[in-house]
């Protein structure tokens, strides 16, 4: 059953549904529970292209423009990815193979352990060749209890936990799916989906592609409003909510609003006695450590930069909001004109997530510094923002739009780098993703102290030379908040999704990638051939690539492989 109006009476059905469809799905044997992966597979690969037009009317993306480049990518792509990668788990499961057989294991600072999640197989090799991921475990976990606990929920399937409401995001049309199948398949819960009022023209959408699901009772759809949501979340029939959104929709559902809200809060007494989870976002850090670089690499990671910012119009979670650059850098000057031209060139599309325009005056009205660089009117950097500043706004409000900020500290190499942890770490809110950028000659010469400051940086996932956007789109990587933040104090959330390897107490991500592109990384002597990623604003093909990359995850075969390089080629 979906519902783009529901009533009171009818979610209390589709709760009581849920209920009975919960000892179907403890049923459900492994085998089958693979079997209906496939079938969603299946599904998405059938509604690809309509997924992909309504995503672009709803961004008011035009027919033909490579920006849909990113509506494919962050939707049906990963969505398949995941699905294979999952069923990949059921399948070792159900042999009773070890589900790190083939991941690379290693170690970590601190004596975490390390999982190799990428490249996973030869097609990752090829079509992602230079970039890896690797899952570190929290601290003390060791590799025998990461061997044994994989696999959560699936490790008892018949033991079922209840129904879970998903709060679905409105901006990344994936997450929501995404988001279901976790909690079907770690947490073993059925689940009812309620989307984002923004999304609701997908309703149908993810009705024809979840009908499997639906048909056998293991899930329900609706959209609706706050009311909706706050009769689901409360509801007796509910024993775990997961959300996508803000703090402060996070603290509305835990505490409550108002006056009543606060002192729940400070009392410490949330109004909900179950479970909840939750990806928030936060203000993401993008530090550039300073070293020799190219003309042609400044044009590359100052384009780099701005996709970090820009992709989606700048309403991502993980969207980094605060460059941090060497005041000491000889190529600072340069690097921030490219980076301000990058910004302002880049293609035209509207702020189209509601409040955006809110945002973008609040940021302009604290912050005498702005400017507003051209490109669209919504498009502001802020500039000389002070890291020693307790009052500075940009560093404590993520803005969720087209607002870039830029800091200056001191110092080069290890004593920047340093510096910039340490700041991302204390004056940055939230702990969602942080991002690095560090020429190969530098990276060279910190050797394992750059490792020992990834380490320290506390954020759920870090890109090194690759958008954190990358972790978001491997299938086998953790997605989430950096593990223990309280319910008073929640930051960018709590819990990790994704995660198709089912690991128990995984720490963070951290994902890796090439410097500069194909041919630039061969004649440098880097390892990727890579051309222009297809997520970069300016990749002209990104829309004909992001759609072969969708066919080919549907169904993987080496006559694909051509054609998707060409695109790619020519991006």
Not at 341 to 366: K, L
């Amino acid at each position: 059953m979906t519902l783009s109006t529901a009533t009171t009476a009818q979610l209390d059905q589709m709760i009581a549904e849920l209920r009975g469809g919960e000892h179907a799905w403890a049923r459900e044997s492994l085998s089958s529970r693979r079997a209906l992966l496939r079938q969603l597979q299946a599904a998405v690969a059938a509604h690809a292209e309509q997924w992909v037009r309504v995503a672009a009317g709803i961004k008011q993306l035009p027919a033909g423009s490579p920006l849909l480049g990113e509506e494919w990518t962050s939707g049906p792509w990963a969505v398949l990815g995941y699905v294979d990668a999952l069923a990949d788990t059921l399948a070792h499961l159900e042999q009773g193979r070890d589900l790190l057989a083939g991941c690379r294991v290693g170690t970590a600072p601190g004596g975490r352990v390390s999982i190799g999640v990428l490249p996973h197989d030869s097609f990752d090799r090829l079509l992602l060749s230079g970039f890896r991921a690797e899952v570190w475990m929290e601290p003390g976990v060791t590799e025998q209890e990461t061997r044994e606990r994989a696999g959560l929920g699936l490790l008892a399937p018949e033991l079922t936990a209840g129904v879970a409401v998903v709060m679905g995001a409105g901006n990344i049309f994936s997450i929501a799916p995404l988001d279901v199948l976790y909690q079907l398949y770690a947490y073993n819960r059925v689940v009812l989906l309620k989307l984002n009022p923004v999304a609701e023209a997908l309703l149908p959408v993810l009705a024809a592609v979840f009908a499997p699901f639906i048909d056998r009772g293991y899930l329900r759809i609706v959209t609706g409003d706050a009311s909706v949501g706050d009769h689901l979340v409360t509801h007796a029939g509910v024993d775990a909510v997961h959300l996508t959104g803000s703090e402060a929709t996070h603290d509305a559902i835990v505490w409550g609003t108002g006056e009543a809200g606060r002192a729940a809060k400070a009392a410490g007494t949330p109004r909900l006695d179950k479970p909840v989870t939750s990806e928030l976002g936060g203000v993401s850090p993008t530090i550039v450590v300073p070293g020799r670089w190219s003309k042609a690499d400044i044009r590359f990671q100052a384009e780099h930069v701005a996709t970090q910012r820009l992709h989606n119009s700048g309403f991502n979670c993980v969207a980094a909001q605060i460059v941090i650059v060497s005041r000491d850098w000889p190529q600072k000057r340069e690097f921030l004109a490219a980076l301000r031209d990058a910004f302002a060139n880049a293609p035209v599309r509207p702020a189209w997530y509601p409040g955006c325009d809110v945002r973008v005056s609040g940021a302009r009205r604290t912050h005498p510094r702005f400017e507003a660089v051209g490109g669209t009117p919504e498009r502001t950097v802020l500039w000389g923002l002070d890291l020693g500043d307790d009052g500075e706004r940009a560093f404590d409000t993520e803005y969720f739009g087209p607002v870039l900020g830029v800091a200056e500290l001191p110092g080069t190499g290890m004593v920047f780098l340093d510096a910039a942890v340490d700041a991302a770490n204390e004056r940055l809110h939230g702990t969602l993703g942080a991002n690095l950028v560090i020429d190969p000659r530098t990276r060279r010469r910190l050797g394992p102290r750059l490792r020992d400051a990834i380490a320290r940086l506390r954020y759920g996932t870090i890109g090194v030379n690759a958008w954190t956007g990358v972790g978001y789109l491997t299938a086998r990587a953790t997605w989430g908040a950096f593990p223990g933040h309280p319910l008073d104090d929640i930051a960018s959330g709590r819990g990790v999704v994704h995660n198709a390897l089912l690991l128990h107490r995984p720490e963070r991500t951290v994902v890796y990638g090439p410097f500069r592109p194909l041919p630039r990384s061969i004649m440098t002597g880097e390892c990727g051939l890579t051309p222009k990623p297809p997520w970069f604003l300016t990749n002209r093909t990104a829309a004909t690539t992001g759609r072969r990359l969708t066919a080919f995850a549907a169904r993987p075969r080496w006559s694909a492989l051509p054609g998707i390089f060409a695109s790619a080629l020519r991006g």
